[in-house]
């Protein structure tokens, strides 16, 4: 529905300019704000449908988690502490869950957008359509490499909470040893240890993420920068309207800010896989 909206950008700006009717600008009006009535609709009926879904999926997940772990032999708990596994139910699920209720409605709602984004663009100008997605092979390939090391890191911090999860588990339940040889420090030092180990990988996941950000920023940026440039060429050669620079400097915007939330949920996706590999 939001890509219906700057078609009526393009008729108003081009009937003002261009001496056009009030009757047809109305109408153009009108016209954009059903599409923003029935975009709302949409977006309701599209979260409440898929959210749910994604809280159902994730019962389910933790149900099948417990049973599976209720069903291992007794070396696999003498192995394994109870704050592990307690972890794996909580955290870990809880990394799941965004990845199967909201991530999946933005991310199919972007990947709409950005398909019919580009038709559109394509229809308006293709020789803009083209300098726009110049930036886009590199931009994929940095996001292909971004994942892969988000996921291992995701990996390494879910294990490292689990860890913490562990000392805390086994200072708590055994307090009364921790009280009788006076190892409250002790134990506060263990658990800041493994704490600290996990915020160290967070950081180092931050900082590929900035990296990222930034390298996918410029390139957007400068793109547009360029749309810009011969955009307004071609409108002072008359070979594009105003309406039509702005519709496609619209939609350009539209598909910009879809990739940036693909990026984004494809990071939450990697952090989501580097949980359920545990």
Same mark, same amino acid.
């Given at each position: 529905?939001?890509?219906?909206?700057?078609?009526?950008?393009?008729?108003?700006?081009?009937?003002?300019?261009?001496?056009?009717?009030?009757?047809?600008?109305?109408?153009?009006? /009108?016209?954009?704000?059903?599409?923003?009535?029935?975009?709302?609709?949409?977006?309701?009926?599209?979260?409440?449908?898929?959210?749910? $879904?994604?809280?159902?999926?994730?019962? #389910?997940? #933790?149900?099948?988690?417990?049973?599976?772990?209720?069903?291992?032999?007794?070396?696999?708990?003498?192995?394994?502490?109870?704050?592990?596994?307690?972890?794996?139910?909580?955290?870990?699920?809880?990394?799941?869950?965004?990845?199967?209720?909201?991530?999946?409605?933005?991310?199919?709602?972007?990947?709409?957008?950005? $398909?019919?984004?580009?038709?559109?663009?394509?229809?308006?100008?293709?020789? /803009?359509?083209?300098?726009?997605?110049?930036?886009?092979?590199?931009?994929?390939?940095?996001?292909?490499?971004?994942?892969?090391?988000?996921?291992?890191?995701?990996?390494?911090?879910?294990?490292?909470?689990?860890?913490?999860?562990?000392?805390?588990?086994?200072?708590?339940?055994?307090?009364?040893?921790?009280?009788?040889?006076?190892?409250?420090?002790?134990?506060?030092?263990?658990?800041?240890?493994?704490?600290?180990?996990?915020? $160290?990988?967070?950081?180092?996941?931050? /900082?590929?993420?900035?990296?990222?950000?930034?390298?996918?920023?410029?390139?957007?940026?400068?793109?547009?920068?360029?749309?810009?440039?011969?955009?307004?060429?071609?409108?002072?050669?008359?070979?594009?309207?105003?309406?039509?620079?702005?519709?496609?400097?619209?939609?350009?915007?539209?598909?910009?800010?879809?990739?940036?939330?693909?990026?984004?949920?494809?990071?939450?996706?990697?952090?989501?896989?580097?949980?359920?590999?545990?």
């Amino acid at each position: 529905m939001a890509l219906l909206y700057p078609q009526g950008m393009r008729i108003i700006i081009d009937g003002v300019l261009g001496g056009g009717s009030p009757a047809q600008v109305d109408r153009a009006a /009108l016209f954009m704000v059903l599409v923003a009535l029935l975009q709302a609709v949409a977006v309701s009926a599209r979260f409440t449908l898929i959210s749910l $879904a994604g809280e159902r999926a994730v019962t #389910r997940i #933790r149900e099948r988690l417990f049973s599976g772990i209720l069903d291992q032999e007794i070396g696999f708990f003498d192995r394994r502490r109870t704050g592990e596994l307690t972890s794996r139910l909580a955290s870990d699920t809880a990394v799941l869950q965004s990845a199967v209720s909201a991530n999946i409605s933005i991310g199919l709602r972007s990947v709409a957008q950005i $398909a019919g984004g580009i038709g559109f663009l394509l229809w308006t100008s293709p020789v /803009l359509t083209g300098l726009m997605l110049a930036v886009v092979p590199p931009v994929a390939l940095g996001g292909v490499l971004y994942g892969r090391r988000v996921r291992k890191l995701s990996r390494d911090v879910q294990d490292a909470l689990a860890s913490a999860n562990e000392v805390a588990e086994e200072a708590i339940s055994g307090i009364r040893t921790v009280r009788s040889f006076a190892a409250e420090g002790a134990e506060t030092a263990r658990y800041s240890t493994r704490t600290r180990h996990a915020y $160290a990988l967070a950081k180092k996941r931050v /900082l590929a993420g900035a990296s990222f950000m930034a390298s996918g920023s410029f390139a957007a940026y400068a793109a547009a920068a360029v749309v810009f440039w011969y955009g307004g060429r071609l409108v002072l050669r008359g070979e594009m309207t105003v309406g039509g620079l702005t519709s496609f400097l619209v939609y350009t915007l539209i598909v910009a800010f879809s990739l940036g939330a693909l990026a984004d949920l494809w990071a939450d996706f990697m952090r989501s896989l580097g949980a359920a590999e545990r």
